[in-house]
């Protein structure tokens, strides 16, 4: 043992036995000789503390976080210090940072764990008085939840910490500059109302499909040419399971021979057309208990649409922050490149008509580009894939 661990030792005893000024000398004759010591560097903002030195330990606290920005009773010390002096958005900003950087709860030793929770209740009260201010501010400016924008309400919770943002992630092909919305709204599609009032007719064709149990297949399929795709036990399960009338932007001759009137419903949806890609049409089908885990799609050039056929109570759809219900014949439009999950907890099957559109933001001349570069990508795909 060196004698500055030597030194270290008799401070920590000196702190047990309630004598600050002592442990201060020791720390600080071990600080001096060895700058990077953050244990001494900790015993010195608690023998401060034992001193009434609020600044002094301070300045020791801020030698500990600068080596260890995740040194979680340096964090709470500090917490404490700023909440004490009345500069509580410096408090919330170390109390956030102790509950964020501290490791599992149940692993931590248990002082340590109610602490971690007086920090947690500490950040909420904070947030509480916080959202109390800005709403009162607002009130008095005009502003009413009921009445009010959508956006300005999303963009106040996420101010508030109440939702996440959430952006477009494709795992194929990313097209910049379009706006990052989880929903769009039905009344912003023209051509949507006539295929909607067709709801009864398709679900007819449905349910007649449905009878068939050997015309659904599992909507993860694997193949031996890629790695598994990790979708929560739903790899080659009909639990989660498609019935497509066109795949890859083809025609499935028998489906659309068993469901010609979907097919005409369809006939003035701007569907992403791109030769051996999209668009995809089909019974999206799911099963009593089944749950789709959080995943993002490919390309943010379209929208997926969602016509709800059969929807059961017990069913929900989030995507990014937003969880909307499924209500028949009313479609749901979203950007699948954000993050989006479902769910059916019923005891019934949930099934929707499910396909992809155009983002209205392209022109056409943008379509048609990136319908090529789509097809041509699919084209290198293909000739990559044959045996030489």
């Known amino acids: 043992m060196t004698d500055l661990d030597q030194l270290n030792q008799e401070g920590a005893q000196a702190l047990r036995r309630g004598d600050p000024t002592t442990a201060r000398r020791l720390f600080e004759r071990v600080v001096t000789a060895r700058p990077s010591d953050v244990g001494a560097w900790f015993g010195l903002a608690l023998a401060c503390q034992g001193a009434s030195d609020d600044r002094g330990m301070s ?46 709860i149940e692993i931590l030793p248990p002082e340590l764990q109610s602490e971690v929770r007086r920090a947690q209740s500490r950040c909420a009260d904070y947030a509480s008085a ?80 449905v009878a068939d149990q050997r015309a659904f297949r599992p ?23 498609a019935f497509y009338l066109i795949e890859d932007g083809a025609p499935i001759a028998s489906a659309v021979a068993r469901c010609p009137r979907t097919m005409e419903a369809l006939r003035a949806a701007p569907l992403a057309e791109s030769a051996g890609r999209t668009p995809s049409v089909l019974f999206s089908l799911l099963r009593p208990g089944a749950r789709i885990p959080p995943h993002t799609g490919q390309i943010n050039a379209r929208l997926i649409c969602h016509l709800p056929l059969i929807v059961p109570d017990g069913c929900g759809f989030r995507v990014g922050n937003e969880v909307r219900r499924w209500i028949e ?38 379509r048609k580009l990136v319908a090529a570069t789509l097809a041509a990508v699919g084209a290198y795909d293909a000739a990559a894939s044959r045996p030489a």
């Not at 950007?335 to 019923?346: L, M, Q, Y």
């Open 219 to 241: 909507y993860v399929r694997s193949t031996d040419r890629r790695p598994p795709a990790e979708y929560g036990g739903l790899l080659d399960n009909l639990d989660w399971s």
């Open 329 to 366: 014949g009313e479609t749901l439009i979203f950007d699948d490149t954000i993050e989006h999950e479902a769910w059916n907890n019923s005891g019934r099957l949930r099934v929707v008509l499910l396909f992809d559109i155009w983002r209205p933001e392209l022109s056409l001349e943008e």
């Open 59 to 104: 300045d020791a606290l801020d030698r500990v976080l600068s080596a260890e920005a995740s040194h979680l009773p340096a964090l709470l010390m500090k917490a404490d210090h700023f909440a004490k002096v009345g500069d509580h958005r410096a408090a919330e900003a170390f109390y956030r940072a102790a509950v964020a950087r501290a490791p599992a």
């Open 130 to 209: 916080y959202e109390s201010h800005l709403r009162d501010a607002l009130s008095a400016a005009g502003f009413e939840p009921a009445k009010s924008s959508r956006r300005f309400s999303l963009a106040l919770d996420l101010l508030l910490g109440k939702k996440e943002v959430y952006l477009q992630t494709p795992t194929s092909f990313y097209y910049p500059e379009l706006p990052h919305r989880q929903f769009y709204e039905r009344s912003e599609f023209p051509w949507l109302a006539n295929l909607e009032a067709k709801t009864d007719v398709i679900r007819q064709e449905l349910l007649a499909v």
